[in-house]
């Protein structure tokens, strides 16, 4: 026996309707009845014509709780979800892996695995990231990455509660709209912070008063610390700072190139990222490849965990022939990297960015980890000209508002007060709304849903 879908959304539609219903009234507009906010103006306007004017702060008040009851009734009447969920015969028994006691939680997680199994979706949520906005007046010169996707090991809200099943997928977590602000909270100057592991406060815009369906504008009412990526000691000597020898980069074994004649260490101070020294990479136009690989073991990092590689690059007019490529690299071939698990940048590019450019790949960490992971910098096909590394770091993404963060300090350290904004929204249907609302969950979803947003509406 199986769940009758189609029931059970049509039932849980007029659940989801009536709550967006009392919203709507409490907001006003559309074809909300009663519209309460027209109502207070038509009281608001007599009131006024009426010379009544030191009345109004009681009506405004009247309104403001009439509205508030509004919002609080949708968030009782969406109670009644849980019960329809946990309903026995129709729900839990369909069920095998969940019993009568079992979390919301974990309800939901079994629900979504069954309608994957039985190709069940609702209406896909459309996440959009804007432009990261730099504050004018910024001292540092780094940057903030940010991704959609979510990982299996991170909440991916306040509200959520972390899920191996998300590990990889898009996220329809995201309220409909808010500006994210990252301000420096940590600094060299002021805390004695390192330079380059700067801080910053993540935050989103207030979160509802008065449960989910408060009539407010809703904002996720995120505050999250974001460490920049030089704060984990994933990569070893990731600013190329340090040498065991001449022209030997510490930690970084040599697999293919010459020290001093391909592999050059970097004093000239117009050429170093941060610290003393960068690194020197010069094809020859003879020697086919320059390889260096450090070893990473698997246990400093999680499995099925987002994370993020930025490597701080400066290319030079001169290079004509070559392709360089950083990821994670397994001789057993356990772990293989996909084209976006890696930073790939021919010569072209090699050749137009001559000063200090950030370049990211981003992964999702296999459910289980090689022993032979290693790091791995190749400058292959024939290198021609010289290119500059100055730093390469590697981290987790942090998560709010159903999007992940990651910050990357460049060569002009972070200051306190630094500032950065960006806009997110969600394009999300009427059923993805209320399961994000009422529980901090997505279930699964398509552009072409075999659940129609119309039972809800």
Not at 274 to 303: A, C, E, H, K, Y
Not at 390 to 416: E, H, R
């Amino acid at each position: 026996m199986a769940i009758n879908y189609a029931q059970l959304f049509v039932e849980l539609g007029k659940i989801v309707k009536t709550c967006d219903q009392l919203r709507l009234s409490a907001v006003g507009g559309g074809s909300s009845k009663p519209d309460t906010p027209a109502l207070l103006g038509e009281v608001r306007s007599a009131y006024q014509a009426g010379g009544r004017q030191d009345l109004l702060p009681d009506v405004e008040s009247y309104f403001r709780n009439a509205r508030d009851s509004l919002s609080s009734s949708a968030g009782s009447v969406a109670t009644l979800a849980d019960s329809r969920l946990r309903h026995r015969d129709s729900v839990l028994v369909m069920l095998s892996s969940v019993s009568e006691g079992v979390s919301m939680d974990e309800l939901l997680t079994e629900l979504a695995r069954d309608m994957v199994q039985n190709v069940e979706t609702i209406q896909n949520g459309i996440v959009t990231i804007g432009a990261v906005q730099t504050a004018a007046g910024n001292s540092g010169n780094g940057v903030v990455y940010l991704t959609s996707v979510l990982d299996g090991v991170s909440a991916p809200t306040r509200r959520s509660a972390a899920n191996l099943r998300y590990a990889g997928l898009e996220s329809a977590l995201a309220v409909p709209a808010e500006t994210m602000a990252f301000t420096c909270s940590r600094d060299s100057d002021t805390d004695g912070t390192a330079i380059g592991q700067e801080r910053f406060a993540w935050e989103g815009q207030p979160a509802p008063i008065v449960g989910p369906w408060d009539w407010r504008s809703e904002g996720s009412g995120e505050s999250v610390d974001v460490p920049c990526l030089d704060t984990y000691d994933i990569l070893q000597n990731r600013s190329f700072s340090l040498y065991s020898g001449v022209n030997v980069p510490s930690s970084w074994d040599i697999d293919d190139g010459t020290p001093g004649v391909h592999i050059v260490q970097e004093a000239l101070a117009a050429d170093v990222f941060r610290g003393p020294f960068s690194l020197n990479l010069v094809g020859d136009g003879v020697q086919s490849q320059i390889r260096l690989l450090q070893t990473v073991s698997p246990l400093l990092l999680q499995p099925r965990r987002r994370y993020g590689c930025v490597l701080w690059y400066k290319g030079d007019a001169g290079v004509s022939a070559g392709t360089l490529t950083l990821r994670f690299y397994s001789d057993s071939g356990e772990y293989v990297a996909s084209g976006s698990e890696t930073i790939t940048l021919n010569s072209a590019t090699l050749a137009a960015n001559t000063t200090w450019t950030p370049v990211l790949f981003e992964l999702n960490t296999p459910a289980a980890l090689p022993d032979d992971l290693q790091f791995e910098i190749l400058w292959s096909g024939t290198p021609n000209g010289s290119i500059h590394l100055g730093n390469v770091s590697f981290g987790p993404f942090v998560y709010a508002n159903g999007i992940g963060a990651i910050v990357s300090a460049g060569n002009v350290q972070f200051a306190l007060r630094d500032r950065f904004t960006v806009a997110v929204s969600n394009a999300e249907g009427v059923f993805g709304r209320f399961f994000r609302r009422a529980y901090g969950a997505q279930l699964p979803f398509s552009g072409t849903p075999s659940i129609a947003d119309s039972l809800a509406t």
